[in-house]
């Protein structure tokens, strides 16, 4: 089991930054992928950003790429999403995500979820 908690949110007007953490605790020895997914009220759940939990190439989606970056540190457990550029669309819950296989954009290829934590970006 991975448990993860995520912090960082809030409110911030449109151009502002934020930076969301997501601290990874338990089998992390078992993570291999890792990716951050949001949810808007009314919408389904989509992809944001994903890489292995190794390094290497990072994954984004279209409508946040050049605006947001994930990384991760190794030795705290710890994957981070810095969000710049903040635009109102970009409000919802962010949820880290963790899993043992290759990372994807889909929610089944995660098995491991954080609690979420709200971005709102005012107008």
């Known amino acids: 089991q991975v448990q993860l908690v995520e912090s960082g949110g809030g409110l911030v007007q449109a151009g502002g930054s934020l930076r969301l953490s997501c601290a990874a605790s338990g089998r992390t020895d078992s993570i291999s992928s890792m990716g951050w997914f949001r949810q808007a009220p009314g919408k389904e759940r989509e992809f944001v950003a994903g890489m292995h939990w190794s390094g290497g190439t990072t994954h984004y989606a279209d409508s946040v790429k050049g605006r947001f970056t994930i990384s991760r540190d190794n030795a705290k457990n710890t994957v981070y999403l810095q969000m710049n550029s903040l635009k109102p669309e970009d409000t919802a819950v962010y949820y880290c995500?963790?899993?043992?296989?290759?990372?994807?954009?889909?929610?089944?290829?995660?098995?491991?979820w954080g609690q979420g934590t709200q971005v709102t970006v005012s107008s």
């Open positions: 995500a963790v899993g043992s296989m290759g990372w994807g954009r889909r929610t089944d290829d995660y098995a491991y």
